[in-house]
C-alpha cells in the first residue's frame, strides 16, 4: 500500500485545514482508514478513523470540529480541520492496516499558532 499525504500547513488559532490522503496499491474500498497524529515529544495518537462502510469515529479532543470523510471513487481519505487549537499541533499520518500490519505515509506537518 502507498499513502501520499496532503494539506497541512500554518494556520492561526481558529483556522482550518483540510487534510488529504491518496491511498493506491490496495483495494481502497474494502479497508478502514484512519488518520493519526503526533505531536512533539509526545506519542502518535489515533484522531479519527472511517470504516469501509462509511462510520466514524473521533477521538475526543477533536469532536465537533473534525470531520473524516472518503471518496471510494478517488481512493482518498480527509481530515478536515476546522476550529484549530494550537494543541493540534504535530504531524498527521494517514494510515490503514494491510496484512496484520498498519501501514504509515510519510505524514505532513499541521502548526497552529496562537
Known amino acids: 500500500v502507498q499513502l501520499q499525504a496532503s494539506g497541512g500547513g500554518s494556520v492561526q488559532a481558529g483556522g482550518f485545514l483540510r487534510l488529504s490522503c491518496s491511498v493506491s496499491?490496495?483495494?481502497?474500498?474494502?479497508?478502514?482508514m484512519a488518520w493519526y497524529r503526533q505531536a512533539p515529544g509526545k506519542e502518535r495518537e489515533l484522531v479519527a478513523s472511517i470504516t469501509s462502510g462509511g462510520a466514524t469515529t473521533l477521538a475526543t479532543p477533536v469532536k465537533g470540529r473534525f470531520i473524516i470523510s472518503r471518496d471510494n471513487a478517488q481512493d482518498a481519505v480527509y481530515l478536515q480541520m476546522n476550529n484549530l487549537k494550537p494543541e493540534d499541533t504535530g504531524v498527521y499520518y494517514c494510515?490503514?492496516?494491510?496484512?496484520?500490519?498498519?501501514?504509515w505515509g510519510q505524514g505532513t506537518q499541521v502548526t497552529v499558532s496562537s
Open positions: 494510515s490503514t492496516e494491510e496484512r496484520g500490519r498498519r501501514r
Open positions: 496499491r490496495i483495494m481502497f474500498r474494502a479497508y478502514d
